[in-house]
């Protein structure tokens, strides 16, 4: 059995999953735990000897927490970091996939209804060329027929925001081979202005995917990304813009997958599309994968490019992360678990 004694205790400290660090009363570090190591990304050698303020800037989300205590006539501080951003980052992730779940469970209830609508159009059409010879029952029967396709109609006005949304027919697929078929078609949208670059670093991984609507999806956010460069230059005066298309394979780890709530580590293929357009305000990033949400006017979009963007990636077990600020452009990033 473990005694209570300092080792066991600094053992512990070392390996806890907060961020916990030592230092002297005048805020120098001592010491820091595996866990702080990785949120900052240096070793425990480079971080001892910054003082706290210096470790800490430029993270507004950081939250301190300080213990004093005496060990060797020393007056020491135990202090645990606490990134408050990560966990609203992840409760964004969390809200957003059981908003599109919930309208896809609508979705699929709507479309049922819609069915039944054109199931009784159909047998009232039939009932109709049957009894060509009477009129009057002819005339009862396209009454109906008018009754169910509007109806009918109510109903697709409804459930269009999934309209583009096919049989979903996932296969392992080599990702980076799919991404490069899809260079052509994008050559065909951008405006000769935009350098387009692409950067495939893994061309072997494959992970489960639709092809078609993973190129539709793609296609889509390269689209978005043309408009914010547009948008930039005619705020500018500045043609042209840089559209990146960039692949690449990761290992990771728990920490590195803290803000999505269900996400296990392992190896990744993080595909993203960044622009050097105008950028969004929080409030738009944060409401970009709403239903019918749309930061142009309504002859041009009608908001569901982006909530076919996430179905398709979320129903293939990945995940979307975005990356915006106003005025520097954007980076959506789809994470996509390898398989095999």
Request: negative net charge.
């Given at each position: 059995m473990l005694k209570s004694n300092t080792d066991t205790w600094a053992a512990?400290?070392?390996?806890?999953?907060?961020?916990?660090?030592?230092s002297n009363s005048d805020g120098i570090v001592i010491d820091a735990n595996q866990s702080t190591q990785a949120m900052f990304g240096l070793?425990?050698?480079?971080?001892?000897?910054?003082?706290l303020d210096a470790l800490t800037e430029g993270r507004p989300h950081l939250e301190r927490f300080v213990a004093l205590?005496?060990?060797?006539?020393?007056?020491?501080?135990?202090?645990?970091?606490?990134?408050?951003?990560?966990y609203r980052e992840a409760a964004e992730h969390l809200a957003v996939k059981m908003k599109v779940e919930g309208f896809g469970e609508l979705a699929a209830n709507i479309a049922h209804e819609f069915n039944n609508h054109l199931g009784g159009a159909s047998g009232f059409a039939q009932m109709a060329l049957s009894k060509i010879d009477d009129?009057?029952?002819?005339?009862?029967?396209?009454e109906e027929v008018v009754t169910a396709t509007n109806s009918a109609a109510q109903q697709v006005s409804r459930i269009m925001v999934f309209g583009r949304q096919q049989l979903f027919e996932p296969e392992p697929i080599t990702v980076g081979q799919h991404v490069l078929d899809c260079k052509g078609l994008i050559e065909a949208l951008i405006p000769a202005d935009?350098?387009?670059?692409?950067?495939?670093?893994?061309?072997?991984?494959?992970?489960?995917?639709?092809?078609?609507?993973m190129a539709e999806a793609i296609l889509e956010l390269c689209e978005n990304a043309i408009i914010a460069m547009s948008e930039r230059s005619d705020m500018s005066g500045q043609d042209?813009?840089?559209?990146?298309?960039r692949l690449v394979r990761q290992e990771l780890s728990k920490y590195d997958l803290r803000s999505f709530y269900d996400a296990a580590p392992g190896?990744?293929?993080?595909?993203?599309?960044?622009?050097?357009?105008?950028?969004?305000?929080d409030e738009t990033r944060r409401r970009m994968f709403d239903p019918l949400y749309s930061t142009q006017d309504t002859t041009e979009g009608n908001g569901l490019?982006?909530?076919?963007?996430?179905?398709?990636?979320?129903?293939?077990?990945?995940m979307l992360d975005v990356k915006s600020k106003k005025g520097e452009g954007t980076t959506v990033t789809a994470m996509l678990p390898v398989i095999g």
């Open positions: 512990a400290a070392k390996a806890a999953t907060a961020a916990i660090v030592i070793t425990a050698a480079e971080i001892s000897g910054q003082s205590f005496e060990y060797e006539g020393q007056s020491l501080q135990v202090v645990t970091l606490h990134d408050d951003a990560q009129p009057a029952r002819v005339q009862m029967c396209l935009i350098e387009l670059v692409f950067e495939i670093e893994d061309e072997i991984s494959k992970a489960s995917l639709s092809p078609g609507q042209g813009g840089r559209l990146t298309v190896p990744w293929l993080s595909l993203s599309i960044s622009d050097t357009g105008v950028g969004m305000t490019g982006m909530v076919l963007v996430y179905s398709v990636f979320s129903r293939s077990g990945g």
